[in-house]
Structure formats: structure tokens, C-alpha cells
Nanobody, 115 residues
């Protein structure tokens, strides 16, 4: 299993970014996918999740209405569209999959929201 995130960067408050996570090594369409984030000095937290068919999603209260998780099963990729970014969204964002009872993480992508 391999998860590779991309799309992070520096953005001003109110701006937008779209993160991508390319997955390989398992049947992507059969598994839920999640995005987590970890800010300096804080624990890793769940940001959003999406069920395998993409019809069911869930979000942390702190990002509801601003972030959208989606997936393209033909491309084995999950996305996180982040709008109206705030300084408190600054963190390393990780893609996550649970396959055959094991948990897998990507290397993470840094998102910094600052003026």
C-alpha cells in the first residue's frame, strides 16, 4: 500500500487549496479514505472521511462548510478541497487508509495559512 499526498503550500487567509492523495497497492474503490491533520504541538485529528462509493462523507466540525472530500475511483485518488482557509488550518495533512485491518499513512503535505 502506498499513499502519496500533494497540493500543499502557503496560502493567505481566505484562500483555497486542493490536496490530492494518489493510492496504490490495494483495491482503492473497496475502501473508505480519510484525511487527517497534525498541527505543531497537537495530536493528529480526523478532518474528513469518504466511503468507498463516495456517497457518504463526514467532516470535523471545524471544517464543515469549508472543506470537501471527494474521490475518483478510476484514478485511485482522493481529494480534499479546502476553501476559506484560516490560520488554524495550518498543519501537515495526511491521507489514511485502513486495508485488511492495517492502517496506512502517506508522508504528509504541509499546509500553511498566513498573511
Amino acid at each position: 500500500v502506498q499513499l502519496v499526498e500533494s497540493g500543499g503550500g502557503l496560502v493567505q487567509p481566505g484562500g483555497s487549496l486542493r490536496l490530492s492523495c494518489a493510492a496504490s497497492g490495494f483495491t482503492f474503490s473497496s475502501y473508505a479514505m480519510r484525511w487527517y491533520r497534525q498541527a505543531p504541538g497537537k495530536e493528529r485529528e480526523l478532518v474528513a472521511g469518504i466511503f468507498r462509493a463516495g456517497g457518504v462523507t463526514n467532516y470535523a466540525d471545524s471544517v464543515k462548510g469549508r472543506f470537501t472530500i471527494s474521490r475518483d475511483n478510476a484514478k485511485n485518488t482522493v481529494y480534499l478541497q479546502m476553501n476559506n482557509l484560516k490560520p488554524e488550518d495550518t498543519a501537515v495533512y495526511y491521507c489514511n487508509a485502513r486495508v485488511f485491518g492495517d492502517t496506512y499513512w502517506g508522508q504528509g503535505t504541509q499546509v500553511t495559512v498566513s498573511s
